[in-house]
């Protein structure tokens, strides 16, 4: 065994890609990955911020705010995802108002 350590993620195959980076405290960018080292720092260019909710900080709004070329730091990193493939679906679980 090397004393290399081995990533989980395989972040080679998103590389020039649209990505969708949720990051600690509720931040939530998208943009196309350029670049990422062993501690998952994140390069995203053309990277797009969604706008928080004032009243509730976890939420996002549909404002968007244009960032360019970002550095995202790999212990804010909370999820990576493709932007490729993935579509918002309503919640199943949500009960409605009369039940």
Do not use: H, W
Request: glycine share 10%; aromatic share 4%; with cysteine.
């Amino acid at each position: 065994m090397s004393g290399r350590k081995e990533t989980v993620l395989d972040l080679a195959k998103f590389v020039d890609k649209g990505v969708q980076v949720k990051l600690s405290g509720g931040r939530q960018v998208t943009g196309t990955l350029k670049g990422y080292d062993q501690l998952l720092n994140l390069v995203l260019d053309e990277a797009v911020e969604f706008i928080r909710d004032s009243d509730d900080p976890l939420k996002t709004t549909d404002q968007t705010r244009r960032l360019g070329l970002i550095v995202c730091r790999g212990t804010a990193v909370m999820l990576v995802s493709p932007t490729d493939g993935t579509d918002e679906i309503a919640n199943p679980f949500v009960q409605p108002d009369g039940a």
